[in-house]
């Protein structure tokens, strides 16, 4: 089941970045709630980077995989008080998304490991429910954590609303992909846009996607909770 999942994943990233004339971007594992034989199971195929909402959640099934060298990224919200262990723990941190939680991560990120790979997260829809830097907020919040020595500015993360129609998400993708595009006029390592999941990286890819983020596609629908 892995085995086709993942290869109809790609699949779908190829065919979605061929029509769009892009370079295919990254595929980053959602394995949130997944046990760590399926993470395992993954990776035995190939797949080498796996995002986690929950810092404790993640930590647990690091212990049980190391040595298989996966890159592991934190893509849920992320409290100020769990910075430490966020930092020491995880290679990327995708949902940064204000001055405090910076300047935390870069505090406890040690010397003696690579800088933590940093994503701005940007509430591009202005959604009260979501998380999320302001779009006018980007620039100012990038300058920060580039001049952070502990930390790597990367890009930016976004979640749109989740209209039903995934073309509705279009114009998201694209302010983003704006945004994302003056950040690396102004600091030129940036390299990563995050967006596209499931049901919509098809759209998310045309519109530039250097990253999509993919769980239920390749592990299948999690449990409803009761």
Not at 118 to 136: F, M, R, Y
Not at 190 to 215: F, K, P, Q, Y
């Amino acid at each position: 089941m892995l085995t086709h999942a993942l290869q109809d994943t790609l699949h779908r990233v190829e065919n979605a970045a061929s029509a769009a004339g892009r370079p295919s971007p990254r595929l980053l594992a959602v394995s949130k709630t997944q046990p760590a034989d399926a993470i395992a199971g993954l990776a035995s195929l190939g797949q080498h980077a796996f995002g986690e909402n929950y810092v404790q959640e993640a930590v647990a099934k690091q212990a049980g995989l190391q040595g298989l060298g996966l890159e592991w990224h934190l893509i849920g919200h992320l409290q100020s008080n769990k910075a430490k262990e966020a930092a020491a723990r995880f290679d990327w941190v995708q949902a940064v998304d204000r001055e405090r939680l910076a300047l935390a991560l870069n505090a406890h990120r040690a010397a003696e490991q690579a800088p933590l790979n940093v994503l701005i997260q940007v509430n591009i829809d202005d959604e009260a429910s979501k998380h999320g830097c302001p779009p006018d907020g980007v620039m100012a919040l990038a300058d920060l954590i580039a001049a952070q020595p502990r930390l790597r500015l990367r890009g930016v993360m976004v979640i749109p609303a989740p209209h039903p129609d995934v073309d509705a998400r279009r114009p998201a993708f694209r302010h983003a992909r704006e945004l994302f595009e003056a950040l690396a006029a102004v600091h030129p390592q940036v390299d990563t846009l995050s967006m596209g999941m499931s049901d919509d990286l098809e759209v998310a890819i045309a519109e530039g996607s250097t990253m999509v983020r993919v769980g239920t596609a390749l592990f299948g629908a999690r449990p409803r909770k009761a």
